[in-house]
Each structure stands twice: as structure tokens, then as C-alpha cells.
């Protein structure tokens, strides 16, 4: 057993929720943060091993440590005798006794996270839960959406996007991430200044596309293409356009369903229903009898959107005819 493996066995009672995740990995709650206070069962303080070597890593405050100095800030004594000990291995100092080791592997690389609060987490009478809560947005995904509250700040931390960060603003934090999970960019959604842009849309990868719900889709079941991410959390392997177009021939996806807002007089979106149509794709026509505007409002009024949508899918000839019926309604 290795040094660094040794001291993390003589602390782990001391260690909250402390468990062995796999070979040089351990996770238990952050004795920085805090981890949650409202859910004792959070824990995202992490020990793994990088070039032999355990270093600490939080993945709720971000804080990040070497093993030796995780255990001078939290165990000083501990750290003395893990100093002592690696004193007479030889692994101190600038002349240390063992031989450098050559490595064959990739050098680790390590994936975005928003450093955020989620809403699920948020007290009851939070401005952001009420928001998220009277919208109806089913309570088993608002881990996926995160409390900002300095949104200009914060922002800049990941990307300098704001000259200036006066007048900040509190957000709803909605991730964009590849389908590794690699945090690609996020928008930022007001929720109670009605002055205020609703969406701020930020890019971390150029190149990337804006789309929410990459790495929660099974590529290999009916893809739902939707307008706006909170719609998509009401239906069952969706995805949404985050301010952009899509083409899902670019990703390889066999089988994938275009659904528009319900909005026959809205030009724009009858168009782009038209030329769906025109590339062959599946799309969705919404039937008579529904006045909701989009998904969230249907479901709010008592309807269940998954249900309608599957009964009303259409391709080809039979898609342009049941377009020319809505148009008119």
C-alpha cells in the first residue's frame, strides 16, 4: 500500500460519508464547503490518483488540493507523520532517492463542472425554486438546472464575456454539455425581472452546437427535437435548440422527431414546419383542440404532452396535409 493510501485509511473515520469508489479513487463529503447542508447524503469531495500521487479535488466549491496539503489543512498531525514517512522513503526534497518514472498514458484531462447550487437544493421559499416550481417543472430533474447568483461574474470566471460586471443579475443556470458529459456552454435564464433579456446564451467551445440534452439522449431510441430545454424535461429522450438550428444528420441519428410550438399564426415557425417537411424529416402537428403555445403550458393545463405528441407524428404528403389544416386553425 502506498503512502499516500496508507494516511487515507488512517483518516477516513474522520471523513463523512466516506467510501472506496474503485482502485485510488475515494469520495466523502467536502470538509471545506460542507458539502449540502440540506442533503446530508451529497457528497463530491474526491481523492484520485494522478501519476502515483493522491490529490484532492471538490466538485461542489471547486477547491483543489495536493493529498500532503489536504492533510496540513485538515489533519496537522496526521501530516506530520505523513511528512516523516515520506521523508524516509526518500520521497521529499529536490534530490529524492527514487528514480523518475516514465509514463505511458495520456495526460489526464478532467470535464467542466458548474461549481453552482442546484435548484433541487434550494430552499422552499427561494425566488428561483418558486419560479422553476410554478412553471411545473417536474421536480426529478431540477439537479439538472443550477442558482447563479451573479450571473456576469461568474460568468467571466469560465469565459470573459462582460466588460462590466455592474448591475449583475441572479440566473437560472441551464447547462449545455456534450454527450460525455463536457460542459460546452450554458444559458443563463432571468426569472423574475420581466425587463431583463430572458436568455443569455455563453459558448466555451467555439465550434460547438447549442443544444441541450446531448448527454442525457439514447441515440438508439426516437430522438424528440424541441424548441426550449425547460419543454424538454416533459418529455422522454429529448433534446432542444438553444438558440440555434440543428441538423441531426451531423450526429448520426436514426431516428428523430421535430416538435415546434404550437403556434399556426407564427410565419416563422410555419416555415420552418415547411421545410422539415420538404427534407423528409418526422414532425409533429399539433391536432384542434389545443390552445397551449408549447409543452410546459400544455402540461400545466392537465395535458399529457408525451401522449399527444406520439399520436401525432406525420412524414411526407400526409405531414403537408395535416400542416394545411393547422395553419388554419
Given amino acids: 500500500m502506498s503512502i499516500d493510501n496508507q494516511f487515507v485509511f488512517n483518516i477516513s473515520g474522520s471523513l463523512d460519508q466516506f467510501k472506496k469508489k474503485n482502485k485510488g479513487t475515494y469520495n466523502f ?21 494522478v501519476k502515483n500521487d493522491l490529490v484532492y479535488k471538490c466538485h461542489n466549491c471547486g477547491v483543489g ?3 500532503g496539503n489536504f492533510l496540513k489543512e485538515q489533519f496537522p498531525t496526521q501530516y506530520d507523520m505523513y511528512v516523516m514517512e515520506k521523508y524516509k522513503a526518500g520521497l521529499t526534497g529536490k534530490h529524492r532517492s527514487v528514480s523518475k518514472p516514465k509514463f505511458n498514458f495520456d495526460k489526464p484531462t478532467f470535464k467542466r463542472r458548474i461549481h453552482l447550487e442546484p435548484l433541487s437544493s434550494l430552499n422552499n421559499s427561494h425566488l428561483a425554486l418558486a419560479y ?15 442558482y447563479c447568483p451573479n450571473f456576469k461574474v461568474w460568468t467571466n470566471t469560465h469565459k470573459q464575456t ?9 440566473r437560472i443556470i441551464i447547462p449545455l454539455n456534450d454527450k460525455d458529459g463536457n460542459l460546452m456552454g450554458f444559458q443563463g435564464r432571468a ?17 460547438a452546437p447549442k443544444i441541450y440534452g446531448l448527454d442525457k439522449i439514447n441515440e438508439s431510441k ?6 426550449g430545454p425547460f419543454d424538454s424535461l416533459f418529455l422522454d429522450n429529448s433534446v432542444a435548440m438553444a438558440g440555434s438550428d440543428l441538423d441531426p444528420r451531423s450526429f448520426g441519428w436514426s431516428d428523430y422527431i421535430w416538435v415546434y410550438d404550437n403556434e399556426p399564426r407564427n410565419r416563422e ?7 422539415t417537411i420538404d427534407r423528409g ?31 401525432n407524428i406525420y412524414q411526407g404528403l400526409q405531414a403537408k396535409l395535416k400542416l394545411n389544416n393547422w395553419k388554419k386553425i
Fill in 191 to 207: 426569472f423574475h425581472n420581466p425587463t431583463q433579456m430572458r436568455y443569455i446564451t455563453v459558448m466555451l467551445e467555439k465550434d
Fill in 132 to 146: 422553476v416550481m410554478g412553471r411545473g417543472l417536474p421536480l426529478d430533474k431540477l439537479d439538472e438546472l443550477y
Fill in 162 to 170: 462582460f466588460k462590466s460586471t455592474k448591475h449583475d443579475e441572479e
Fill in 222 to 227: 426516437p430522438i424528440f427535437i424541441v424548441e
Fill in 281 to 311: 424529416d418526422k414532425v409533429v402537428i399539433w391536432p384542434s383542440g389545443i390552445d397551449d403555445k408549447d409543452i410546459n403550458d400544455m402540461f400545466n393545463s392537465g395535458i399529457d404532452p408525451q401522449s399527444v405528441i406520439e399520436s
Fill in 269 to 275: 415557425i410555419v416555415n420552418r414546419i415547411e421545410s
Fill in 29 to 49: 463529503r467536502c470538509p471545506y464547503c460542507g458539502d449540502s447542508q440540506k442533503y446530508k447524503n451529497k457528497a463530491r469531495g474526491y481523492f484520485f490518483t
Fill in 65 to 67: 488540493r495536493s493529498f
